[in-house]
Structures are given as C-alpha cells and as structure tokens.
C-alpha cells in the first residue's frame, strides 16, 4: 500500500488537497464483478487440474479462458482429474453460466463422490451417463452441501423449478384428472418428488407429521423438519439386520407408556410390509420396498397418530438420543445451520 502526499501548489494554498493514493488492488482488479471473480477462480481450477474448459469459454473475453490461461504457464504439478473431480468441475460451470450461487466451502468432489446412486429415486430407472444429472431439490437456494440428490434426467426436467405444494398438486392432478402421466411422469413418480422436497422445506409439524415417506432421504440431503428426521431414521431401521433390537431400545426412550404404545402399533402395520424385503438381493430394492410400504393408509395413519403427539423438539431429541446410542445403522450429523451457504436470501443466485 503506497501513501502519497501532494504539496500544495503555493499560488492556490487556500483551496490545497491532501490526496491519497491505496495502492492494494491493481485497477484491473478493482473492477471485477462477481460474475468475472468467480468465473477466474473457476478458469484457475480447470489449469490446476489439467483440464481443458469446455469449448464454449474459450474465446478472449471470458472470465473464464483468462484464469486458465493465466494459471497455466510454470505450473509444475497437478492434481488427478477424477470424475468426481471433473463433475465439480463441470457443476460449478454450469452454475457460474446461469448466475446461481455455488457453495465451494462444503461442496467439494468428495461430497460430490457420495451423491453417487445406481437407480433414480422417482423413476426407479437404473443411471448411466446418458441419463444422470444432480438437481438442487430446492430451487430457490442453490448449488450447496444438503440440497442436492440425484436424479434422472426425465425426473429433472420434469420437476423443473416446482416447489412441494406445487408438485403435490400434479400429483392430486394425476391421481383425480383424466391424464394420469404429467410431463412424463406417473402418480406416484409425482408423489416421490414431492416427499424428496418436502424434506428440504419447512412445513408446519402438523403437516410434516401426515407426510408419508414415499422417498427415503439421499445420501447427503439435509432435512430440515424434525418429525420425518425421526420417521427416515425408524423406517431406515428396517433396512440392516437386528433392526427389532435397535428399535426396542428407541422405543424405550419414549418419554411414555401412550407413546410406547403407538409406536409398537406403527411398527406392527409397517414391519409385515417389509419383512419380504430382506428376500430381496440388491440394497436398493430393499430401499423401494420400504418406501412401497408408506402408501398404505394404515402405516400411515399410525404413524400419524403417533407423530402428532411429539413436537419437534422432541423428535430432534430422539433422533440425537438414538444416534448417540448408535442405534442407527447410517450416519447422522446434526447441522446448527442446516441452511448455510444455500444462498435463500438471493432465492439461490450470486448477489
């Protein structure tokens, strides 16, 4: 930083300036927007990786062509471009040409690595790379650790910028309207886009507490409304072996006798319809089976009756209660901010 004093010139001493000069940007730098920062940020990554931008930023104004020309002389080393390494790569871009906000803190290809899944979880369709894509499940925040699943590409486009109420809709539409597939999508192909968005999206605990878990949470995906914290970890149970063990010592940390009551009835109308699952040969059979099972009117209704009777801080105590018991056979983390970085504010844009 240079500090610069003029001396006045001695014909205007009653009008003299002293006049500062804050050398600590370059002036090229100074006039970056928020767009161009993060598209040279982005340009730096593809160099440091050894990888080639797509073909549609190599021309000389974009941000992005100018950080990977300037990253790339006297680089000696690099780091392996995995394809997890080349999604993040490829995600960031996309969010960047859209102006949507990209989290980069938690949002790293070893995050992206574990949103990896065989078969979409509305469609039920196996992925492959011609049909795999990862949606923000909410759209109004954006690309950020919690709010990603992935999906198929039918399943994607079809959701498009829809909220739950609004997928909820189409899929009442479907069931009571005289075209029964929307956008390519079935009934209950609708209902499971719903669940998954419900998840992300505060609901009243009324409302929460009468969702049937029609989509088991993706790996990763952070759920924002703690009763179906609480139903995703009991269903989940039924998944793993000694899961009748697991849930007798959940059911003793019911705070009543009324409770403990409900909740074995719950457990009666749901176990039957998941026992055949464990006959089953591949985990994600399995995990349909379980979500099969929550369109039955009476799992539903017990668990209903069962759920209203908890608040949420109750059933956020439970699910802690249990996993620090290790009764859960999947990993849970309790986020303070379970929101962080999903950008809401901007309704998921850059700013």
Known sequence: MQVTRVKPDTASHNNALVQFSLDMDSPAETAVSAH??????LGRDYALHGVTPPIA???????????????RPGRAARSAATPAVLQWLALRTHAWTRGRHFEDIQLTP????????????????????????LDRVRDDAGYAAGNLAQMSRQANQAKGNRNHE???????????????????????????????????????????????????????????????????????????????????????????DALRADFNRFLLALAPRVLAAHELDEPHQVRWALEDAWAQPLVLKRWTRLALQLTPEQA??????????????VHVQRHEDATEGWALASGGFVV
């Open 36 to 41: 161009e920062r993060i598209g040279l940020a």
């Open 57 to 71: 930023h190599l021309y000389p104004q974009s941000p992005l062509q100018r950080g990977w020309l300037a990253a």
């Open 110 to 133: 070893h995050h992206l690595a574990q949103l990896d899944s065989s078969h979409c979880p509305i469609t039920r369709e196996r992925l492959g790379d011609d049909n795999r894509s």
């Open 166 to 256: 609004q997928l909820l809709a189409l899929a009442d539409s479907c069931a009571t309207g005289p075209i029964h597939r929307i956008g390519g999508l079935s009934e209950i192909e609708w209902r499971r886009l719903a669940a998954l968005s419900s998840l992300v999206t505060p609901l009243p605990h009324e409302q929460a507490a009468r969702m049937p878990l029609h989509v088991l949470p993706p790996n990763r995906l952070r759920l924002l409304n703690p009763i179906q914290a609480l139903q995703a970890f009991v269903t989940r149970q039924l998944a793993t072996p000694g899961w009748s063990a697991r849930l007798a010592r959940l059911e003793a940390l019911l705070p009543s």
């Open 316 to 329: 956020e105590a439970l699910v802690e209660r249990a996993a620090a018991k290790r009764l859960s056979p």
